[in-house]
């Protein structure tokens, strides 16, 4: 599993995961799962203390494997949802917030992960994931169709709130 939020003083992660219930059984089946489908991949895994935080959010999930963008483009065009986790190619996330924002409901949730990306995102760099999540944070600041606040959980959660 993931470190979890990787800026905090040493002890004080174990402290808060201490102080934080544990992993219910759907998250735990997740996290089982991921680990199985990408062994060498422990980055694919959220942090416990940010798992804790969207359970407390999203009591009901529904899990669709396959490539993300035509997933979301098979969903029903209409507001429909009331949560949503972007968490995947980071090249992509522009794309997939175009498509999901039309999708929810007003005061639907939009969490989105890695929006940090472990300090990348300062650095003068090519790299294509940096130069992503970069755009993405700028367009999600301008987008008026939502309210949002960037959390430094993890390496870093993004939650929009569509107005």
Do not use: C
Not at 23 to 46: G, K, S
Not at 47 to 56: D, K, L, N, R, V
């Amino acid at each position: 599993m993931a470190t979890g939020t990787e800026h905090l003083a040493p002890g004080l992660h174990e402290y808060l995961v201490g102080h934080s219930s544990p992993p219910d059984p759907l998250l735990a089946d997740l996290i089982a799962e991921t680990a199985a489908r990408f062994p060498d991949r422990v980055i694919f895994q959220i942090g416990p203390e940010q798992g804790s935080f969207m359970t407390i959010l999203a009591d009901r999930i529904e899990l669709r494997l396959g490539p993300a963008l035509a997933t979301l483009r098979a969903l029903p065009a209409e507001p429909a949802f009331d949560l949503a986790f972007i968490d995947a190619d980071k090249t992509g996330y522009l794309s997939y917030w175009q498509e999901i924002v039309p999708r929810m409901r007003p005061g639907g949730l939009i969490l989105v992960d890695n929006t940090l990306l472990h300090g990348r995102i300062f650095l003068a760099s090519t790299d294509p994931d940096a130069l992503a999540i970069r755009e993405f944070n700028e367009h999600v600041l301008t987008d008026e169709r939502v309210v949002l606040a960037m959390l430094p959980v993890g390496d870093g959660l993004t939650v929009a709130r569509r107005n």
